[in-house]
């Protein structure tokens, strides 16, 4: 079965950097695009990142665009987030999540447990 | 951006009634390519990562029981649950992929009456 395990999460002070990880087993990784998607505390969900199947395209939103940046190693099914700057309002739990194949790649089929960042002095 | 408004924030249902949320976009999200709305419905329990319910507005995850349904189009969409099951009780988000960045509700907080 799917399976999706982040690590990585801690506490941070404001303006240093993270790196966060995914290791995806128990499916094709290297088919499938990939998302970041966080979750402030008691707060909706907010996507952050996707990159696709071969790496080729990756997108942002605009709260973190220029400060993170999501990479991937299709030879060990893995998901990166390197995250600079850190700042307090990027607080949360960050999910590592698998596109759904065929139809859009927007469509969030798997998700991770999530990992816990919290950004504090 | 595409804001995704749901009503209501809470809803409290008693077991075995019919339990409806309601998600407004702030534009269509209907394309006109393959005529399909690409809206999305996520549960999430206490604790837990969300679990996606619907997708293309009214298509079921597969594994997701047949109490669940999706309507909707253009603009205004629902999530019903035709019995409510003790199970149910979760916070439910609907989600826009139809332009980026993706773009959820606030969620709806759904208890037993």
């Known amino acids: 079965q799917v399976q999706l395990v982040e690590s990585g999460g801690g506490v941070v002070q404001p303006g240093r950097s993270l790196r966060l990880s995914c290791a995806a087993s128990?499916?094709?990784?290297?088919?499938?695009?990939m998302h970041w998607v966080r979750q402030a505390p008691g707060k909706r969900l907010e996507w952050v990142t996707i990159?696709?199947?071969?790496?080729?395209?990756?997108y942002y939103a605009d709260s973190v665009k220029g400060r993170f940046t999501i990479s991937r190693d299709n030879s060990n099914n893995a998901l990166y987030l390197q995250m600079n700057s850190l700042r307090a309002e990027d607080t949360g739990v960050y999910y590592c999540?698998?596109?759904?194949?065929?139809?859009?790649?927007?469509?969030?089929?798997?998700w991770g447990q999530g990992t816990l960042v919290t950004v504090s002095s | 951006d595409i804001v995704m408004t749901q009503s209501p924030d809470s809803l409290a249902v008693s077991l075995g009634e019919r339990a409806t949320i309601n998600c407004k976009s702030s534009?269509?999200?209907?394309?006109?390519?393959?005529?399909?709305?690409?809206l999305g419905w996520y549960q999430q329990k206490p604790r837990q990562p969300p679990k996606l319910l619907i997708y293309?507005?009214?298509t079921r995850e597969s594994g997701v029981p047949d109490r669940f349904s999706g309507s909707g189009s253009g603009t205004d969409f629902t999530l019903t649950i035709s019995s409510l099951q003790i199970e149910d009780v979760a916070v439910y988000y609907c989600?826009?992929?139809?332009?980026?960045?993706?773009?959820f509700g606030q969620g709806t907080r759904l208890e037993i009456k």
């Open positions: 128990g499916f094709t990784f290297s088919a499938y695009a």
């Open positions: 534009q269509s999200v209907l394309s006109s390519s393959n005529n399909k709305n690409f």
């Open positions: 990159i696709s199947d071969d790496e080729s395209n990756k």
């Open positions: 293309w507005a009214s």
């Open positions: 999540a698998r596109a759904q194949s065929g139809g859009s790649s927007f469509i969030i089929q798997h």
């Open positions: 989600q826009q992929y139809y332009s980026a960045p993706i773009t």
